[in-house]
């Protein structure tokens, strides 16, 4: 069966600090992948989604960027945080080519001070 | 560009009662899907039920069924025989597919459901 990671679960961070959120898929090949973000009482906003490795489709050009070494690997990353970057970060899979459902990791909860 | 509009921030309803979520939706893409979720306090997204533009059949799933109208461009959510444990966030999502085999999925705002007993 198919199982997707994420984490860390929870991160609180300074301003201008780095950041890395990993996702990792197991039990399945080539698939979509996804970053979402999620602001306190909101909807989802499609940050990343990629369909291979090396392959990223950026949806909103800010000061995060997404990066997949390997096929199953998917990695958040900022050079220096905002508080604007604070939320609860979904990584998400979903079969190549497939119109199906998504499948969602148990999410990651930045707190930007 | 696609997109997905839930105008109901929040809904109430009576324990027992069915309760309809609002969804609509623009895509010039001939081909699409339509989701929900349900997103508890917890924060973790349930899959509920899903909806392919070729279709012909609305889904359903227990107690919950994807009244799809086309021409209308909506997708809403009815929830039979509410329960308590229905009160959640619920999403509205769809996805299509770009030249290249890009799949973006793209979500609405949500509708936070209370049950009340």
């Known amino acids: 069966s198919q199982t997707i990671h994420q984490w860390p679960a929870t991160l609180v961070q300074p301003v201008g600090s780095p950041l890395s959120l990993e996702c990792t898929v197991e039990g399945t090949s080539n698939p979509n992948l996804y970053w979402y973000r999620q602001a306190a009482g909101r909807g989802l906003q499609l940050l990343f989604y990629s369909v291979g490795i090396g392959q990223i489709s950026s949806e909103v050009p800010q000061n995060l960027s997404a990066s997949r070494p390997q096929d199953r690997q998917f990695i958040l990353s900022s050079k220096k945080l905002l508080l604007s970057d604070s939320g609860f970060y979904l990584c998400?899979?979903?079969?190549?080519?497939?119109?199906?459902?998504?499948?969602f990791g148990e999410g990651s909860r930045l707190t930007v001070l | 560009a696609q997109k997905i509009t839930q105008t109901q921030p929040g809904m109430f309803v009576q324990e027992k009662e069915a309760v309809t979520l609002d969804c609509t939706y623009d895509t010039s893409d001939p081909s699409y899907g339509l989701f929900w979720y349900k997103q508890p306090s917890s924060g973790e997204m349930i899959f509920l039920i899903y909806q392919g533009s070729y279709d012909q059949q609305n889904a359903t799933e227990g107690r919950y069924s994807l009244n799809f109208q086309k021409a209308r461009k909506s997708a809403n959510l009815v929830i039979s025989a509410s329960q308590l444990g229905d009160s959640a966030m619920y999403f509205c999502?769809?996805?299509?597919?770009?030249?290249?085999?890009?799949?973006?999925?793209?979500f609405g705002t949500g509708t936070k459901l209370q049950v009340i007993p």
């Open positions: 998400a899979w979903r079969r190549f080519l497939n119109t199906g459902e998504l499948f």
């Open positions: 999502a769809m996805s299509s597919s770009i030249s290249g085999g890009y799949q973006k999925v793209t």
